[in-house]
């Protein structure tokens, strides 16, 4: 068995991408140090990209926000950001191109300002105009930080009270604890016979996944079809429900079941009601016209277990998949050749 030959894995994941998931639970562990922020704003502005603006849907899910929040993936902040705005400006690098932009309208705009950054411009800027800085503690890519980007964006959000959850520390422990235990049975040490996350990779290897959840895991369905995208170099796309029952789901009616594409459902013991009929009713509708759903059910006891739980298990999956197509996980190659590109 591919998954089971260790020399094979350690030749393919050179970078030991495997290695550091393991460590996931780690992430939430940390703790920042508290910023001295003003506590009278009005809303909340995330302005960020890819792995970097992650951790802010996932904070959306999780625990939760007392006042208005909107994550901006653009060069441009929202009109309305003003002087009773908290601009949080987030960018593993620090010199993503489109949070750099956002960070000078802020300033120009009197915003409260904070950055979330491993260094970079981000750092430089931070410095110069005096604005609270926390530090990303380095990560082979960004993607691998998620974690320690959401945690600190929990702990700005504790310190000014913007966020609907008591005993979040607490709670936060104990999703690392649970999410420590788990990560035990998709190590790449445990056979594929024991080891569900290369089990599942085996069924969605050679296919496009499609990955659906309900609102409440909508933000780790995003992060499955990033790690698909970065991790296996794999062409992934996700969607939420009930949104996909107003529209995509008539797009597959007309098709055969033979589709490239395979189907993984993340379903949550807090998922809304209707959203679980909904799943029931569509995999039974669909039953036929598309290949029959994965189903993914999140454990945990708590919204926040089953949120990180399910995050880390895409890692895992995503990652045995690279492995499969033969494809290093770590290194984004054309990622850099865009950057490069746009620079000239």
Not at 70 to 98: M, Q, R
Not at 243 to 254: L, P, Q, R
Request: charged share 20%; aromatic share 10%.
């Amino acid at each position: 068995m591919l998954l089971d030959d260790l020399k094979y894995i350690n030749q393919i994941d050179s970078s030991g991408a495997l290695q550091i998931a393991s460590h996931a639970a780690e992430q939430l562990r940390k703790k920042f140090e508290p910023l001295n922020l003003k506590k009278d704003v009005q809303n909340v502005v995330y302005a960020a990209m890819g792995g970097s603006a992650l951790a802010a849907r996932l904070s959306a899910s999780w625990p939760k926000y007392k006042v208005p929040f909107e994550i901006v993936t653009d060069y441009h902040l929202p009109a309305y950001v003003g002087k009773n705005t908290l601009v949080i400006a987030a960018s593993y690098s620090g010199n993503t191109e489109e949070t750099v932009n956002a960070f000078h309208e802020a300033i120009a705009a009197g915003a409260e300002l904070v950055v979330i950054a491993g260094g970079g411009k981000l750092q430089q800027l931070a410095s110069e105009h005096n604005v609270p800085f926390i530090l990303l503690p380095k990560a082979a890519q960004p993607r691998f930080a998620v974690l320690y980007c959401f945690k600190a964006l929990i702990d700005i959000l504790e310190s000014v009270g913007f966020v609907n959850a008591k005993d979040m520390d607490a709670e936060l422990f104990a999703a690392a604890d649970h999410l420590e235990a788990a990560v035990k049975n998709w190590l790449v040490d445990v056979p594929t016979s024991k080891n569900p996350a290369k089990q599942l990779a085996l069924e969605l290897a050679g296919t496009s996944p499609v990955i659906y959840a309900g609102s409440t895991l909508w933000p780790a369905a995003y992060k499955w079809k990033i790690s698909f995208n970065e991790n296996a170099k794999n062409v992934a796309w996700c969607n939420s429900y009930p949104e996909f029952c107003h529209n995509e789901f008539i797009g597959w009616a007309s098709h055969p079941v033979e589709k490239p594409y395979s189907i993984v459902d993340l379903r949550s013991s807090f998922d809304n009601d209707r959203v679980t009929k909904r799943f029931e009713i569509v995999d039974k509708l669909l039953s036929g016209k598309r290949p029959a759903a994965h189903v993914v059910n999140a454990k945990g006891d708590t919204l926040i277990e089953q949120l990180v739980w399910t995050v880390v298990f895409g890692d895992f999956v995503s990652l045995y998949v690279g492995i499969l197509n033969g494809v290093d996980p770590t290194p984004v190659d054309l990622v850099e050749k865009l950057k490069a590109e746009l620079v000239k």
